[in-house]
């Protein structure tokens, strides 16, 4: 199957928690998921990003375990073995670094990305992409 | 392939002692998940478990214990998730009800058909009474 780009978060700076749109994966069987966090604003930010996975359309709503993920930052590049295999972003409290979470099968109808974000006015500059074949 | 998708387990079923869930054919799927929800203990003292687990079979008579390879569960209250060390139950219920919702992959399916099997575990205070949903999606 050809590999099929989706844009799950366009550019732009996340200021509170929430949620993306359900994007459909009926063919997909596996995907990689980017998530490119710029430098923070606010007092105290920390930030927290997974992905999740819905078996009726986007009514339900379920956090989906990675197998790999890395974060490559601008000063050093880092192989992470997070023990819950959920935050593809792990309560972040420094930007400037790309999140790579590898899903070598995807069971899945429909996918949408998560969010939380915490502290006093905090600002995220994100910007995240799956790709999925 | 496209998404193929079932219910084994509905809100309208009341898990106790043990027994088995309704069986899906499972011949065209390489991969499926179990998605768990509206996980609780009903009824039964602290000392009750309930486990839950997956079995496949060849030819629907004899049916073998299946692990599954990835399993993540949420608590309630806490966005926080952990990874389950064992490798068998898709669910075993705390006593304080820890787990609401969780997935189970199977990475394949070399199997006709599926479904879960239940036990319930007394130590003291049971027997109680369970609540799962559970659907798989596979492809």
Redesign the interface.
């Known amino acids: 199957m050809r590999a099929q780009t989706i844009e799950l978060l366009p550019s732009g700076t996340l200021t509170g928690s929430g949620e993306t749109t359900g994007f459909p994966v009926k063919t997909g069987t596996m995907a990689v998921v980017g998530v490119d966090v710029g430098t923070e604003g606010g007092t105290t930010p920390e930030l927290t990003v997974w992905l999740q996975v819905s078996d009726d359309g986007g009514t339900t709503w379920y956090d989906m375990p990675y197998d790999q993920a890395m974060v490559t930052s601008t000063g050093d590049t880092d192989v992470t073995a997070d023990t819950d295999k959920r935050n593809i972003v792990d309560e972040i409290t420094s930007g400037d670094a790309q999140h790579i979470a590898t899903y070598k099968h995807l069971p899945a109808d429909t996918v949408r990305l998560k969010w939380v974000i915490s502290g006093t006015s905090p600002t995220w500059p994100v910007s995240a992409s799956m790709v999925v074949k | 392939?496209?998404?193929q998708?079932a219910s084994l387990l509905t809100t309208a079923d009341t898990l106790v002692h043990q027994g088995v869930s309704r069986e899906v054919d499972v011949s065209l799927l390489?991969?499926?998940?179990l998605?768990l929800?509206d996980l609780q203990k009903l009824t039964g003292g602290s000392g009750v478990r309930m486990n839950l687990w997956a079995q496949g079979s060849m030819d629907g008579l004899t049916w073998m214990d299946l692990s599954y390879d990835?399993?993540?569960a949420?608590d309630p209250g806490d966005?926080?998730?952990?990874?389950d060390a064992g490798k068998k139950h898709v669910w075993e219920s705390a006593p304080e009800g820890s787990e609401t919702?969780?997935?189970a992959?199977f990475?394949q399916m070399p199997w006709e058909r599926f479904r879960l099997r239940w036990k319930e575990r007394v130590v003291a205070g049971g027997p109680g009474t369970y609540q799962a949903t559970v659907?798989l999606?596979?492809?």
């Open positions: 392939m496209s998404v998708k390489d991969m499926m998940a998605h929800s990835l399993r993540l949420t966005s926080d998730v952990s990874a919702q969780a997935v992959i990475r659907r999606v596979g492809k």
